[in-house]
């Protein structure tokens, strides 16, 4: 059974830089995991925010960035605003019979 | 415009069974893999099942396989999840998503708003 971890919570004041990451049980995240990342608040459905690593939308606003780092996907707030303070899902492909896999979420903290 | 709208979802006694709808429009809807991804109540997304835009190759997860079926109308750009022997844990609210692969941009968007299963006595 593959586990995806994100960090539990985060919390960060307004203004400020904050990194999220996503680990996967099987080994360290590459590109070919196909990084995504959604955000969600209370009530919403999820919303994308980046694709394949490191692929804004459209309407992802330019404070949010994706990575790779240290073995693991990444999703890094620069200029944190509060209404930033939400849900992070990362989402990963890990191939064969259960392809993809969510991440447990971040609940991040705006304060 | 792009949308996604479940339906079918309600209240089910365990070991009983829902088929979940999920109409598309604004975009050729054979072109995209489709995906339901559930969410029960105060918890964080779980990803269920996928089918390819031409209906030929389908996965699901662990917990679900063997009871859940996904399968697609593309004549009627609608998306379909058949779910029997429910129990308990498959209580949530399941979202419909549109996923574009285009070499190595993968995508997931937009997501429905959700239809609400809830499997109880």
């Known amino acids: 059974q593959t586990v995806v971890t994100q960090e539990p919570s985060l919390t960060v004041s307004p203004g400020g830089t904050v990194t999220l990451t996503c680990a996967s049980s099987t080994g360290a995240v590459t590109s070919g995991y196909y990084p995504n990342w959604f955000q969600q608040k209370p009530g919403q459905a999820p919303r994308a925010l980046i694709y394949?690593?490191?692929n804004k939308h459209s309407w992802t606003p330019a404070r949010f960035s994706g990575s790779l780092l240290g073995g693991k996907a990444a999703l890094t707030l620069s200029g944190v605003q509060p209404e930033d303070e939400a849900e992070y899902y990362c989402l990963l492909y890990h191939g064969g019979t259960q392809p993809w896999v969510f991440g447990g979420g971040t609940k991040l903290t705006v304060l | 415009e792009v949308q996604l709208v479940e339906s079918g979802g309600g209240l089910v006694q365990p070991g009983g069974s829902l088929r979940l709808s999920c109409v598309a429009s604004g975009f050729t809807f054979s072109d995209y893999w489709m995906h339901w991804v559930r969410q029960g109540p105060g918890k964080g997304l779980e990803w269920v099942s996928r089918i390819h835009g031409a209906g030929r190759f389908t996965n699901y997860t662990d917990s679900v396989r063997g009871r859940f079926t996904i399968s697609r109308d593309n004549a009627k750009n609608t998306l379909y999840l058949q779910m029997n022997s429910l129990r308990a844990e498959d209580t949530a609210l399941y979202y419909c998503v549109r996923n574009l692969v285009q070499g190595v941009n993968v995508w997931f968007d937009p997501w429905g708003q959700g239809t609400l299963v809830t499997v109880s006595s």
């Open positions: 394949s690593t490191n």
